[in-house]
């Protein structure tokens, strides 16, 4: 088990992918190999769509964190603490008004007059800046939000890879909207630490082309706009325990039928044509998946960035499983 950690300075890790890539299930995996050791951990989300109270069976969770499980036990033995938080931007714009210009009751007033959803919806790079503003807030405490919880690592269920530099790149986002004062002034300090090595952007992809074209561009885009990229995590790897003689025989037909036949039979299974027939069949198509996730790895390796594999579970993913994920991230250094 790997005792130390490819991202000794991170505090943000943000999590992006392709949709169906599994990047939900990565980021909340990541946050319980980053929970060891006493350590808090906070896991956002930004889409609304309540990932973290599904892959952990708890109530949707409001606009305010909450403390969610324990995490693996580190080299001391003791395990440390995964809170939650679904950010809303109206409830991250309340919050703001409250901590920087103390419109508590006012601020309230907007939101039942609809000014705060008329706001989002009219200047939509202003719902990404209060959603990142929040997280840079769990962060980078500050004095105003006296109580808050201290966390070591921030971990962030992030939109899809096509949108993550626009998402984060808040500066450019203000650029047509606050050219001076202090929401001006507090974009250019969250990107101080979007673009800092306390940041990093994972991105998850499957060996597949789409997603890893995918990861390419995003990569590409990260940076350029200078944001720091982090690894790539491959998702949904099918095992990988068949020769690559035995693939190649696959793959061509050349499989010892016979033999086949009686391997089933000296298991007491009767080797009907149909039965073979289907088990090569089978075996060709894993054989031809093999192949094409052997290409795409390669490409995912050319990318210069530290890379992290995790096998796909055949039963789907429970909150055993994603235990048995964030051990796989900590045993190739991830956490």
């Known amino acids: 088990m790997s005792t130390s950690t490819d991202w000794p300075k ?3 890790h943000v999590v992006t992918g392709k949709g169906g890539t599994g990047k939900s299930t990565v980021a909340a995996s ?5 929970a060891s050791g006493g350590k808090n951990v906070l896991l956002c989300e930004v889409e609304g769509r309540q990932g973290i109270a599904r892959m952990f069976d708890v109530e949707p969770l409001p606009p305010e964190e909450r403390r969610l499980t324990t995490g693996l036990p580190g080299a001391d033995g003791r395990a440390g603490v995964v809170h939650a938080l679904n950010i809303d931007p109206e409830a991250a714009l309340l919050e703001y008004l409250s901590l920087y210009y103390k419109l508590g009751r006012a601020g309230r007033a907007l939101d039942r007059f609809g000014v705060i959803e008329f706001a989002t919806t009219i200047a939509p790079g202003v719902r990404d800046v209060l959603l990142t503003g929040k997280v840079f807030e769990a962060v980078q405490r500050n004095s105003r939000n006296k109580g808050a919880i201290e966390y ?3 971990v962030l ?3 899809p890879t096509g949108r993550i530099a626009q998402f984060m790149n808040v500066s450019n986002e203000l650029a047509g909207l606050a050219k001076v004062g202090p929401i001006k002034s507090q ?9 800092s090595p306390r940041t990093a952007v994972h991105l998850v992809t499957v060996l597949e082309e789409m997603p890893v074209q995918e990861t390419t561009d995003g990569i590409a885009e990260l940076r350029a706009a200078d944001l720091p990229v982090g690894g790539v995590v491959v998702n949904l790897v099918r095992p990988q325990d068949l020769s690559t003689e035995a693939l190649g025989a696959a793959r061509d037909g050349s499989l010892d039928r016979q033999a086949l036949a009686g391997d089933l039979e000296s298991a007491s299974v009767e080797a009907q044509d149909e039965l073979l027939d289907g088990l090569l069949a089978g075996a060709r198509d894993h054989a031809e998946r093999r192949a094409l996730e052997d290409s795409q790895r390669a490409l995912v390796q050319q990318l210069g960035v530290p890379t992290y594999e995790l096998a796909r579970m055949p039963a789907g993913v429970d909150l055993g499983g994603l235990y048995e994920l964030a051990g796989h991230l900590r045993e190739q250094g991830m956490a």
């Open 187 to 195: 974009a250019d300090t969250m990107m101080t630490l979007f673009r």
């Open 30 to 34: 990541l946050a319980l190999a980053l």
């Open 157 to 159: 269920d992030a939109p």
């Open 152 to 154: 070591d690592h921030v």
């Open 10 to 12: 991170v505090r943000l």
